[in-house]
């Protein structure tokens, strides 16, 4: 049974502290999504790649987000330092790219993270 | 920026009636998905529309694709308390971005 894994589940962390969130996309699929999600703003893309290159991180606080994908195996969305307007679920998300149509995601379960 | 409005934003309704939620936008897309999110859950996708007019049916749920590839709609027939949950359009490029709307959240009573 294919899925996306995401770890840690829940990080309870102290503003300031560096948070590495990862994830494990399904085996095959060529795009990897990295989403925050909070009551306000909904669903908002942070950030894609298509085979492991960036395409847009124009989503992302650049002088504290990072987002890499070291290899087809694992990507990380990286915070550094972290505020307490950080705090939302984070999803990462993978899919196959379809000729002319886009991308159907698959969603990991999410990272909870609470800065406090 | 490309932006996906869904109305309503929360709808409440008695098990047995029939409920539309809608998705709209000013941009054009080369697909339109609909997702179901449940409490401590990612989004799981229920439906890819990709032609113009385009209807899906799914036992109980219609999906539909606006003309013009700017909206859609999804149409729950005699909801039952399991259809409870967030629904969420996205809409997709041929340049893989997938955009999403704020969702609806829906609670069916019994």
């Known amino acids: 049974d294919a899925r996306v894994t995401q770890t840690p589940r829940d990080k309870v962390t102290e503003m300031g502290q560096e948070v590495t969130m990862r994830c494990q996309p399904i085996l095959g699929h060529n795009t990897v999504f990295w989403y925050r999600q909070t009551m306000m703003q909904g669903l908002e893309l942070l950030a894609y790649?298509?085979?492991?290159?960036?395409?847009?991180d124009s989503g992302m606080p650049k002088d504290r987000f990072s987002a890499e994908m070291p290899d087809a195996t694992l990507a990380t969305l990286k915070i550094q330092p972290s505020e307490p307007r950080d705090s939302a679920v984070y999803f990462c998300?993978?899919?196959?790219?379809?000729?002319?149509?886009?991308?159907?995601?698959?969603f990991g379960q999410g990272t909870r993270l609470t800065v406090v | 920026t490309q932006l996906l409005e869904q109305s309503p934003q929360f709808l409440s309704i008695q098990e047995g009636e029939n409920l539309t939620v809608y998705c709209n936008s000013s941009?054009?897309?080369?697909?339109l998905q609909w997702y179901r999110q449940e409490p401590g859950e990612g989004p799981v996708l229920l439906v890819t529309?990709?032609?113009?007019?385009e209807v899906k049916k799914l036992k109980r749920l219609t999906f539909q694709f606006g003309d013009a590839r700017k909206d859609s709609s999804l149409h729950i027939t005699a909801a039952q308390t399991g259809d409870t949950g967030l629904y969420l359009c996205?809409?997709?490029?041929?340049?893989?971005?997938?955009?999403f709307g704020e969702g609806t959240q829906l609670t069916v009573n019994p």
């Open positions: 998300a993978s899919g196959l790219v379809h000729a002319g149509t886009g991308t159907e995601a698959f």
């Open positions: 996205a809409g997709g490029t041929s340049g893989s971005r997938l955009t």
């Open positions: 790649f298509r085979n492991r290159a960036p395409l847009d």
């Open positions: 941009s054009v897309f080369s697909s």
């Open positions: 529309v990709v032609t113009g007019g």
